[in-house]
């Protein structure tokens, strides 16, 4: 499934927050977006599927296989989420419903787009469960959210994500709020799913270190406009803008260096 | 990091055996409640003029350690000293000379100022109540164009001011009072990364300038690793490993250090 | 918080200048009517009853003849006394619970907490109605009720509001920085709760004039010689579906009033407030960068204190 996002423009009230800002996610591939906080990079997803705020207006074309979203019926945009595109955000604690079981939850994209039973999606829900990792399947699917942890709320997450086995997954630094090594463990969750099934990736972070590790290309935004996009490698070793430069400075100023 | 002398200054901050208990409220009558160990058994060595840091994930017990080491909450055995006089909790009046010699930043620069007070006021908040002699409005002016703000600001309150910025006001505030000790509880966590970088900078360039000793707590092993002379890695309220920064992290030998660093994604 | 600026911002704001100029005109009659009225308001002439407004009787009379607006003037005396005194006695209980139940022992916070709970539960007019049963309806009856049921309601909400703001960073750095108990309370508590406890004692300001007003219309307030808005609507009530028009004039009193106070206790907390002013964004000679905020979409919006919900009047 490809994702061609053209000349965005996201206004609130008199502000440009997302300033024609243009992506392109061919089928399979992982793309990323980095920006720091006020970047856009958040809006720019949430417009993908018609999720944008009150008083928000978009203009450009957002194309799903040549299928323009832009401008769609919120029906259309429904029967979407959850089925064709699946999404994961950033803080698991407050995006899982907290008096709804976690089985309940993973299969509800299952019962809002499919005729499934109960039982079967019970079922299904376990599986589910099981392949992103949470440790007794059967179990954990009657527990609510606040009996596990941070990181396997996000693996709730991921596996309501991709339920429907969904042809482009969207998330919005999903691993932001975790502790380091239930990040590290997330992102390898993520990468072996998206390359299992071949879903299209579009990966937002502020995190250079974790965008080289899951995306193969990215673009870099900056007050809502693309500075500059290409492979990752060659934003990291030979950044053209000065933003690109100033992030990739930053990161090697802050980060860990194993050598 | 080598031209500060750090190996024969003597102890500023010792905290040996130190373990916070916590009874949580019990389910039956019959029962006594569930114990939650906190910390169990810390020791802890900060020498003047040195940087330290404490690296542990959510829960591991670094927020009760800096709560003990700082007599903002007692702990259940072990001790804690500065610089050679025992730490515990007390009448502010009796702790003075502690909160003299120590300065804090706290991790979400949205709550950490008082949305109430003005920045200036907030700044001076420790002159006042240490009886800090000398001209208030005047060392908080330098303080705040020390943090790279401007004097005026001092008018300003503290919404109208960026996250990187406030840290900044929080690094004033923490600072101004010319403690030997800074305690950070992951002040850069909630910053991005430029705004990081900038805020990394200022840090180096006070300790070094005013010979602070600082006691980092984070779980940003980056971090530690451009700021930290040497490490203890805290773990379900144990210190599992402790040593220099670069020996720990380096060549880790418990099992759970090294998980943490291979763990950190790394560019390139 | 500089004083002119607080009140510049407040008389600015539409709530603030017309809760302070209502409520201005009631204090301003209450004190006139003490010496002072058009006519005597209980100057009965059953051969003037029911006569349409002129300006010998501006609103008319009723039906027994007495003036409607010498009769409203006089009861402002009423209506001020009421709104004051309850509000100290709520204030009183109100600070005293809450203080209790968040600055002391466990044990005792919690006893109180569970006390609080249970008095909120009781309804304060039908506690007013018995006691006025008991003791005869008097006005001291409907403060000492009313002002004993909002008080406790003003600790539940001034309550928890301590405990959020002992809770927060800026406290904790408060006291790793030398300040002692006293000073925490004064320079960071106070001023971050008032706020909150500004609004419930107006509300309950507001909600005792109505309490006043209902009482006396029932007959369990202000006794017949006092005079009351609620007593006057009571008795031109009977005759509603023959001189519908005169029941307007206390009815009108009785609603401006609460109004005003409400809009007051809002406009007072939104001025008090310095993240509601017209802020200036982006200060600071390194404007860099802004920080990450926690979630997914933009700034922090300041947590300006919501408006609880009232408890009822008719209960």
Known sequence: MSLVIDDLTVTIGDRRVVDGVS????????????????????????????????????????????????????????????????????????TLDPVVTVGRQIAEPLRLHTRIGRRDARARAVAAAAEVGLPEPESVVDLYPHQLSGGQRQRVGIAMALINRPGLVLADEPTTALDVTTQAEVLALFQRLVDERRTSLLFVTHDLAVLSRITDHAAVLSHGRVVESGPVEQLLHRPEHEVTRGLVEATRATTWRAS | MSDRTTDTAPPLLVARGLTRTFTLPRRSPFQPGPVRHALVDADLEVAAGESVALIGESGSGKSTLVRLLLALDRATSGTVAFDGRTVAPDRASRLRWLRRQTGIVLQDPYSSLDPRMRVGDTIAEPLRALGVEGDHDRLVAEM?????????????????????????IALARALVHRPRLLIGDEPMSALDVTVRAQVLDLLRELRDERGLALLLVSHDIGLVQHLADRVAVLRDGRIVEQGATDDVLRRPRHDYTRTLVDSVPTLD | MRRGAFVRDLLGRPQGAFGVGWLAVVVACAVVSRFWTPLDPFDTDPYSAWLTPSPAHPFGTDSVGRDIFSYVFAATGTTVVVAVASGVVATVVGVGLAALGSLTARWVRESVAVLIDVLVAFPTLLIAMALAAAFGGSLTVVVVAVGIGYGVSIARVSRSEIRRVARTDYVLAARANGLGTGAVLRRHLLPNVAPVFVVQLSLSMATSVLAEAGLSFLGYGAPADTASWGRLLSDLQKFIGIHPGSVVWPGLAITLTVLALNLLGDAVRDASDPRLRSGRAGRGAAAGPTGRPTGPTGPVTPAAPSRPVAPEVVS
């Open chain 1, 23 to 94: 992506l392109h996610v061919p089928d399979g591939a992982r793309v990323g977006m980095i920006g720091e906080s006020g970047s856009g990079k958040s809006l720019t997803t949430l417009a993908v599927l018609g999720l944008l705020p009150d008083g928000a207006r978009a203009t450009g074309s957002i194309r799903l296989d040549g299928r323009e979203l832009l401008g769609a019926s919120e029906r259309e945009l429904a029967g979407l989420r959850g089925r064709v595109v699946g999404t994961v955000f950033q803080d698991p604690g407050t």
């Open chain 2, 144 to 168: 705040l164009e020390r943090v790279g703000l401007d004097a005026g600001d001092a008018e300003a309150w503290p919404h109208e001011f960026s996250g990187g910025q406030r840290q900044r």
